[in-house]
Every structure is written in structure tokens, then in C-alpha cells.
């Protein structure tokens, strides 16, 4: 199994481009994830979804959007980039526990996205 | 609201030394906690998690991590450490009504570096 894939593994744009950013999990996993990693801050939750055909906001969703296209692939979408977007992103994925709760994450390796 | 401290952004010990890396957490309700580890341009990894039974919980590479509900931490051990423990730790947790795993929080990451 390859776990969690993201493609680009590195990215530069300039302000006002627009990109998107390739997530895909093959373990079966309900919920996938968009996370974001800046310096001394840990990680922050952009996007969640759920389950195949559901997507929510999370901590810090504004400029992004995000499609789940089917139950492996996650995909987060920068409209119009900014510099402040500069950042490594995250996705991650997790199963369903027999409780019916949310089991520990699995991350993908990141992409580097620098916006001049 | 949920936070996760990490009280050092540092911390450094001699191969063959025993290892801590901190962790405090403040939730309401019941916490599930959760170690992972970064190595250099990688995506986080899981290294084990406290839901429910012994404080103490074993995990990957011989790490261990103590539950402790009244000092509300969850500290990282390791009896041994070895050089190729050297990255990125990170503590995270979520709370038994968070059915989706959309509020992990995560803390701002500890480095460790083992010294040979």
C-alpha cells in the first residue's frame, strides 16, 4: 500500500495564481483531511471531510476550497494564492473505529507551496 | 476549548539516555491523546495513542507515553535514545464527542536531538 499520496511535493506561485493540490489514500479510509504547517504553530485544520460527498470548514478555511471526488482522493484548491498561504501542507486520512469514531491519523508527505 | 502545550520547543540528551518530551493538554470531556513524529521533509507519523485502560501505553521504536488525568499530561519516554530519534515530535488531541477527528489539535512540536 502506498498510504497517503499528495502531489506536488513542491510548488511556487506568484500572487493571484491559482492551483490545486492532489490528495489520494488507498487504505479505505471514511475522513481525509487538509492540514496546514507553519513554524511554532503545529498543525491547522483547513478542510475535513467526513465521508465520501461531505466537506466542512475547519480552523482556518479562508482562501481555500475542497473537493472529495470519491471516497480515496481529497483535493484542496487555492483560487486566487497569497503570500500569507505560503506553507507546507498536509493531508491526512483516518478509519472509522468500531465505536464509530475516528481512529489516529495517517499523513502524506507534504507539498512546500511558496507565493511570492 | 481545546489546547495542546509542548513546554519545550527544544530538547536535547545524549545517545543511551533516557528521553522525555512534554506534553500538557486542556480539553472538557474525556481526552484521547496522540504522540507522532516528523522526520525532515516527511509527513507526520504515528508513534501510539491513549483512549481508555492503563496510563501507560507502548508504542513504535520503543516509545511510551504515561497518562496522567489529574497533572492533565501525556508525556513522550523512551528508556534508551537513540541518534536516529533525532526530529519533530508532535502531541495531539481530540475528545470523545469528536466523532470525525475534525478537532484533533495538535501542539506546536518539540525537537529532539540525540547527541552521539
Known amino acids: 500500500n502506498a498510504g497517503v499520496t499528495q502531489t506536488p511535493k513542491f510548488q511556487v506561485l ?13 487504505m479505505n479510509h471514511n475522513s481525509m483531511y487538509w492540514y496546514r504547517q507553519d513554524p511554532g504553530m503545529g498543525l491547522r485544520l483547513i478542510y475535513y471531510s467526513a465521508s465520501e460527498g461531505t466537506t466542512d470548514k475547519g480552523e482556518v478555511p479562508n482562501g481555500y ?13 487555492l483560487e486566487s494564492a497569497a503570500p500569507s498561504q505560503t506553507s507546507v501542507y498536509f493531508c491526512a486520512s483516518s478509519s472509522t473505529t468500531t465505536s464509530g469514531r475516528a481512529s489516529e491519523q495517517f499523513f502524506g508527505p507534504g507539498t512546500r507551496l511558496t507565493v511570492l | ?18 528521553l522525555t518530551v512534554k506534553c500538557t493538554y486542556s480539553v472538557s470531556g474525556n481526552p484521547y491523546l496522540f504522540w507522532y513524529v516528523q522526520y525532515p521533509n516527511r509527513g507526520l ?11 501507560l501505553v507502548k508504542g513504535s521504536y520503543g516509545f511510551e ?4 488525568k489529574s497533572q492533565t499530561s501525556f508525556h513522550l519516554k523512551k528508556p534508551s535514545a ?3 530519534d533525532s526530529a519533530l515530535y ?13 478537532n484533533f489539535v495538535f501542539g506546536p512540536g518539540t525537537r529532539l536531538s540525540v547527541l552521539p
Not at chain 2, 1 to 18: F, H, K, L, R, T
Not at chain 2, 45 to 55: H, W
Open chain 2, 45 to 55: 507519523q504515528f508513534l501510539l495513542k491513549y483512549i481508555t485502560g492503563d496510563n
Open chain 1, 14 to 26: 506568484k500572487t493571484g495564481q491559482s492551483m490545486t493540490l492532489q490528495c489520494a489514500q488507498d
Open chain 2, 1 to 18: 476549548a481545546q489546547s495542546v502545550a509542548q513546554p519545550e520547543d527544544q530538547v536535547n540528551v545524549a545517545e543511551g539516555n533516557p
Open chain 2, 82 to 84: 537513540l541518534v536516529s
Open chain 2, 90 to 102: 508532535f502531541c495531539a488531541v481530540r475528545t470523545e464527542g469528536d466523532n470525525y477527528g475534525q
Open chain 2, 65 to 68: 507515553a504515561e497518562f496522567n
Open chain 1, 65 to 77: 476550497n475542497v473537493s472529495r471526488l470519491n471516497k480515496r482522493e481529497f483535493s484542496l484548491r
